[in-house]
C-alpha cells in the first residue's frame, strides 16, 4: 500500500483562529471544516458537524482538547472527534500542520475526506442522495 504524502495548503494565519474558539473552512465539496484552537494554542481540524444532530461545532465552547456542541452539549474530542460518554459517535479529523505562524490543512483530505455527507435539516450528517433517490424518497 502506497503512503500518503500530505499536500498542504496555507488556511491561514494562527491569529486568525480566535483563542477558545473556531475558524471556518468552506470547501469546494462537502461540509465546512472547523479550525479550532484550545488555550495552549493547539491547533485541531474537525468537520464542521456534531455526530449527534448535525450542530455546527465551529460555534461550539472549546475548553482543553474538546469542544462542547451548541445545541445539545455533546462534548467532542477535538484530537480524534470523538463524543465523550456516555454519548457515541464521531465527527472525521482532519490533519493540520502550523509552520512559522501558518495553519495549513491536507489537500487530498480537503477535496475527499467526508464529501459525501450534506447538511441535515435536523439529525447527524448523512450521506448525500442522488437527485434521483432524493426524487423517489420525496414521491413514497
Avoid at 26 to 43: K, S, T, W
Avoid at 52 to 79: E, K, Y
Wanted: hydrophobic letters at 40%; proline letters at 8%; aromatic letters at 4%.
Amino acid at each position: 500500500m502506497t503512503e500518503h504524502i500530505p499536500d498542504w495548503q496555507a488556511i491561514c494565519r494562527i491569529d486568525d483562529i480566535p483563542v477558545l474558539g473556531a475558524r471556518r473552512v468552506a470547501r469546494p465539496r462537502g461540509l465546512e471544516v472547523a479550525l479550532f484552537r484550545n488555550a495552549d494554542g493547539g491547533i485541531f481540524a474537525l468537520l464542521d458537524r456534531c455526530p449527534h444532530r448535525g450542530g455546527p461545532l465551529s460555534q461550539g465552547i472549546v475548553f482543553g482538547t474538546r469542544v462542547a456542541c451548541p445545541l445539545h452539549n455533546w462534548t467532542i474530542d477535538l484530537c480524534d472527534g470523538q463524543a465523550h460518554a456516555p454519548d457515541q459517535g464521531c465527527t472525521p479529523r482532519f490533519a493540520v500542520k502550523v509552520d512559522n505562524g501558518t495553519v495549513y490543512l491536507d489537500r487530498h483530505e480537503l477535496a475527499t475526506l467526508a464529501t459525501d455527507q450534506t447538511r441535515p435539516g435536523a439529525g447527524p450528517a448523512r450521506p448525500a442522495q442522488s437527485a434521483q433517490s432524493a426524487q423517489r424518497a420525496s414521491a413514497a
